[in-house]
């Protein structure tokens, strides 16, 4: 995921680990190190989520469905964010399924919010280039 000639590379794996995925920085004016790093909410905030929705944190669920995103980097959801996956997992307790769903959807809709901000920076760059 990260190359050992990136200044970051250590400290943003530190950070990755612990689930605090919006808090690394960098030198000053580098940002190739933080484009390269997942902007995806962290376990702390999934927690958080769990206690305002279901009234308790659910971490061994974050966990399990987190866990392949130190080998896959941002391609984590191949494993662990399916619907059938989630049944299979967690369809004995309704709360850690419920944990689960609220997980996926928030991935789903911090990717999404991504993407439509890179997509406006685009086409307002095309914007003032016709200018």
């Given amino acids: 995921m990260f190359s050992d000639s990136s200044p970051l590379s250590s400290k943003a794996m530190r950070a990755h680990s612990?689930?605090?995925?919006?808090?690394?920085?960098?030198?000053?004016?580098?940002?190739?190190?933080?484009r390269a790093f997942p902007v995806m909410p962290g376990r702390r905030v999934h927690e958080w989520l769990d206690k305002l929705v279901l009234g308790r944190a659910h971490?061994?669920?974050?966990?399990?469905?987190?866990?392949?995103?130190?080998?896959?980097?941002k391609r984590h959801r191949v494993l662990f964010h399916s619907p059938l996956e989630l049944v299979l997992l967690f369809g004995d307790d309704p709360e850690k399924l419920a944990a689960a769903l609220l997980h996926?959807?928030?991935?789903?809709?911090?990717?999404?919010?991504?993407?439509?901000?890179?997509?406006?920076?685009?086409k307002r760059r095309r914007r003032k280039r016709r200018q």
């Fill in 104 to 122: 996926v959807w928030l991935d789903r809709e911090v990717t999404r919010a991504l993407l439509s901000t890179s997509k406006l920076r685009r």
């Fill in 18 to 34: 612990s689930g605090d995925h919006l808090n690394v920085s960098g030198r000053r004016g580098d940002i190739s190190a933080l």
């Fill in 59 to 73: 971490p061994e669920v974050h966990r399990l469905m987190d866990s392949p995103s130190l080998v896959l980097g």
